[in-house]
């Protein structure tokens, strides 16, 4: 996805965000805000806007020495998270159909995505997973049972920390036995890493790769693709405004929340609120 001009005031509120989470120094703050002003009138609008937020986060990283500006936030996104987990996972058990169940719960966690709103809470996430419960979702599935009945291996892709924890729902009703799945390398934003995999159990159900250390999770998606090219079906967990997958040889789906109707067209199997 190309940054639109719409994107820069969420950039730079994102960047104060970030800079007053790791320290009360107003210069430090200052500091930061002036630095993405510079790179936001340099920046390549081609690029998506987490380019421009990978490289607010390292400057920040390098001014505070703070390597994970969002552990603490991250932390409670996945406790939280983790006491939901086993009233929804009797839900997904009771339903009728698990496997779309999961899926709604994977894709309610979208929401806990500190690039979109830096002042999420609790309420908003249980909010959520209620819409997920009951409001209205389009969904390939027919060509997701066909794909999964077939598969081999699947590469699943996380986002973000909390979220986590309601992929392994997912996780749980594909045979984790034949999941991969990638977390980011290295801290940014609220980012899933293997810390997190290893907070929500999933490294005891299936291999973790921590992958992409300091690049964008939409060129991080693209690399791995490549890296892993013969396994044959990826599922990817990261919401459309950050990454549109290129054209793939093996089917891909994605579990997105509020999709953005212009990624919708040209893609190969999507499932959506």
């Known amino acids: 996805m190309k940054t639109s001009l719409d994107c820069i005031p969420c950039l730079l509120h ?3 965000d970030a800079a007053r989470l790791v320290s009360q120094n107003p210069s430090v703050h200052e500091q930061i805000i002036r630095d993405a002003l510079s790179w936001a009138g340099e920046m390549d609008l081609n690029q998506s806007p987490p380019a421009m ?16 500006p ?5 932390d409670w996104q996945n406790r939280v998270a983790m006491e939901l987990l086993p009233t929804l996972r009797a839900k997904v058990e009771a339903a009728k159909d698990p496997l779309l169940m999961a899926a709604r719960l994977a894709i309610a966690g979208n929401v806990i995505d500190m690039g979109v709103d830096g002042s999420l809470t609790e309420a908003d996430v249980r909010e959520a997973l209620e819409q997920a419960l009951k409001g209205p979702f389009f969904a390939e599935e027919d060509r997701l049972r066909e794909v999964i009945a077939q598969a081999k291996s699947i590469l699943y892709l996380a986002d973000n920390a909390g979220e986590i924890a309601l992929d392994r729902l997912l996780v749980e009703q594909l045979s984790p036995e034949r999941v991969t799945l990638v977390v980011r390398g290295s801290p940014v934003l609220n980012d899933a890493t293997l810390i997190d995999a290893q907070t929500v159990g999933l490294d ?16 991080c998606a693209f690399f791995t693709i490549n890296y892993f090219s013969d396994i044959p079906i990826f599922l990817f967990s990261i919401p459309s405004y950050v990454f549109k997958p290129p054209p793939l040889i093996c089917p891909y789906f994605s579990f997105l929340w509020k999709l953005d109707p212009m990624i919708a067209p040209d893609s190969h199997c999507i499932f959506y609120f």
């Open 14 to 16: 994102q960047s104060l």
């Open 53 to 68: 937020a990978q490289q607010i986060h390292r400057r920040l990283r390098e001014i505070t020495g703070v390597t994970d």
């Open 70 to 74: 969002y552990r603490k936030t991250k």
């Open 204 to 219: 005891k159900i299936v291999e973790v790769v921590d992958f992409c250390f300091n690049f964008p999770i939409s060129y």
